[in-house]
């Protein structure tokens, strides 16, 4: 069980990267109070919370409501995870979140883009239904994974009310290293996800 939680808490934290939103959290906050700044943060991950714990709970039905299994969804959501990755490691991700944010409404940016597609995007989503629709565990499967959303927001909000104070130690080099690092787990999650799909298919022993 404890393994499980590992394995869900890494993988959610290597997608949704909240070291590597930093930068982009400044961004949309800047010129805002303190006070300004807590609450959006706290509405950004309150909001994203919402939407992957959904998918976590309705994921797998939904799927079975189209006709698509598990073993499918898995190869198809380890390939989603492998281009995040390659997106982290060339910097491609940064590229785009910086052309989101500056196309954001200033007013206040902690639903669009901040919860979505910062935090709960497309691959933070299919990591949800994967890790809650694993059979081996069922039910423990969905708690385990919400569990391990809430404590990946948990550290995002974190970062984001420590924002300038961390900006200052990290620096843009630092949070970029930090990111490719995370980038090349991240890669080798999404094969494992692929390996498991196939095993599922009956395509590997």
């Known amino acids: 069980m404890t393994d499980a939680f590992i394995t869900a808490f890494v993988t959610l934290f290597l997608i949704i990267d909240p070291i590597g939103l930093l930068p982009m959290f400044i961004a949309l906050t800047s010129g805002t109070t303190s006070s300004e700044r807590r609450g959006i943060a706290l509405r950004a991950t309150g909001v994203s919370f919402f939407i992957l714990a959904l998918f976590a709970l309705v994921g797998e039905n939904l799927l079975s409501a189209v006709g698509i299994g598990m ?5 198809a959501g380890g390939m989603l995870l ?6 982290m490691l ?3 991700r940064s590229a785009r979140r910086d052309k989101q944010s500056e196309e954001a409404e200033r007013i206040d940016p902690s639903v669009f883009p901040m919860a979505t597609p ?12 994967l890790l809650a629709g694993q059979d081996d565990h069922g ?4 708690i385990l994974t919400i569990s391990a959303v809430i404590c990946v927001l948990i550290v995002a909000l974190v970062l984001f ?9 990290l620096g843009k080099t630092g949070i970029n290293v930090i990111t490719r690092l995370l980038g090349m787990l991240l890669a080798a ?4 996800f692929v390996v498991d799909g196939m095993r599922g298919l009956g395509a590997l022993a």
Request: aromatic content about 6%; hydrophobic content about 60%.
């Open 161 to 169: 009310l420590s924002s300038n104070l961390l900006e200052r130690l």
């Open 82 to 87: 492998f281009l995040t990755a390659v997106d």
């Open 189 to 192: 999650l999404a094969v494992q």
């Open 118 to 129: 910062l935090i709960a995007g497309p691959g933070s989503i299919a990591a949800a239904i």
């Open 90 to 92: 060339f910097e491609r």
């Open 71 to 75: 073993p499918a969804f898995r190869i």
């Open 139 to 142: 039910i423990n499967a969905i």
